[in-house]
């Protein structure tokens, strides 16, 4: 077993991105019987491991469906207690880590176990299987083992929701669907290495709100460094980035062209500003919004070291009067500023609404792009189409395009 987090950053995205999230639930399958029967024949004779085979089987063939080398499984308790309710499966868990760890010895397959880090989040463990034994599976296609290509979240709870009841979500699974396809029939490198990325939309609690592209890994963490090695079919690429996204829509939407830069204030770093400006769109009070930037300044080891000295010498009083800073600086948008704590979500559906019609103008020829929200990458041969689809989707989603800047990156 390998530890992730005893990986560079690169080789722990290269695993990651071709891996494919997997719930701890399974699909018997005639046409999978034999393979069935070589996995338990390998193992000790006095202990049944009827469940988690089939599950093994199941992983084997997502993966396959969904071109991927391998999935991702959780190892808490509580994830097979959840399992065991929502599916009502007999899967052990300690059946289920000896008979990974007996097929990892037997060369099946290969562990890389997860984490949890307070600071950087998690990262789930992953299981990465041979080829020789992915070639045995008979591919047969089950609604269960094929990717999400979409998926709505409860705010309130975290739960997610049955996507089938609501309405058009058929035609937006269609689009992310033809995306993916697009992608999986391109040869994406990161610095030489080959990738396969494969985005879902989530949602947040409907399809008015939130809807970004994400992936199921840690492909999207990849620094910018990393992004400018990027590759389709051996052509170097180039990238875009939309700039001050979500203050421009506002402005395109109150009908006022944006004239200065929405995160300047005298004397206070930039990156700064722009952290505050957006909790101070996503909350709907001053004292919320403070805290929360108070909170991860202190707590988030990348924001401290972005910006240190603010961290040891701001106070409650210096953020609130950068906070009034901002909100006086752009005064046309001042209404949007500490009201709604969904803000997010619904700006978040537009500029995706934005990014999907560049992603139909690229596919529909058949030309790969990859989404890191607001930026996008191409081949550097279409860098003048990237530079005339942004603002026209842009203006299909918000009427005109006055406030649409964009900005090369690499």
Not at 73 to 87: E, I, Y
Not at 130 to 147: G, L, P, Q, T
Not at 188 to 200: A, D, E, H, L, T
Request: include cysteine; charge should be positive; hydrophobic fraction near 35%.
């Amino acid at each position: 077993m390998k530890e992730l987090k005893e990986m560079s950053k690169f080789d722990r995205i290269c695993i990651t991105t071709n891996v494919i999230g997997k719930t701890l639930t399974y699909h018997k399958s005639e046409i999978n019987t034999p393979l069935f029967k070589e996995i338990i024949n390998l193992l000790p004779k006095n202990v049944r491991y009827i469940p988690e085979t089939w599950f093994i089987i199941s992983c084997m063939t997502k993966a396959i469906n969904n071109g991927k080398i391998g999935v991702h499984v959780g190892r808490r308790v509580q994830d097979f207690s959840s399992a065991r309710k929502q599916f009502s499966n007999n899967i052990s868990r300690a059946k289920l880590h000896r008979l990974i760890e007996s097929l990892e010895s037997l060369g099946v397959l290969e562990v890389y176990l997860g984490y949890y880090d307070s600071i950087k989040g998690g990262k789930q463990s992953c299981i990465v299987f041979n080829e020789d034994w992915m070639a045995k599976v008979n591919k047969h296609r089950s609604s269960e083992e094929m990717f999400d290509y979409v998926e709505v979240k409860c705010s309130v709870t975290g739960e997610l929701l049955p996507v089938e009841k609501f309405y058009g979500v058929k035609k937006i699974i269609k689009e992310v669907y033809d995306y993916d396809k697009v992608l999986s029939d391109t040869e994406i490198k990161v610095n030489g290495v080959i990738v396969r990325p494969k985005y879902k939309r989530l949602f947040t609690d409907n399809l008015n709100k939130h809807g970004r592209y994400y992936t199921n890994d840690e492909f999207l963490s990849l620094p910018k460094d990393l992004r400018a090695t990027i590759s389709f079919w051996d052509e170097p690429v180039t990238g875009y980035d939309i700039v001050s996204t979500h203050p421009s829509i506002l402005y395109e939407i109150e009908d006022i062209e944006l004239k200065h830069d929405p995160y300047f204030v005298e004397g206070v770093p930039r990156v700064f500003c722009k952290f505050l400006l957006m909790c101070a769109l996503y909350n709907d009070n001053k004292r919320d919004c403070v805290n929360a930037v108070r909170k991860k300044m202190m707590k988030d080891k990348r924001k401290r070291k972005v910006f240190p000295e603010i961290c040891h010498n701001y106070t409650y009083k210096d953020v609130s009067e950068i906070c009034d800073q901002l909100i006086l600086n752009n005064k046309p948008i001042e209404k949007y500023f500490l009201s709604d704590k969904m803000l997010w979500a619904k700006l978040q559906n537009i500029d995706s609404a934005i990014a999907t019609y560049v992603i139909k103008d690229f596919i529909s020829c058949k030309q790969p792009i990859l989404l890191w929200h607001d930026e996008m990458i191409v081949v550097e041969s279409l860098e003048g189409k990237l530079i005339q689809s942004i603002p026209s989707a842009w203006k299909k989603v918000l009427g005109s395009n006055v406030n649409c800047r964009i900005k090369k990156e690499f």
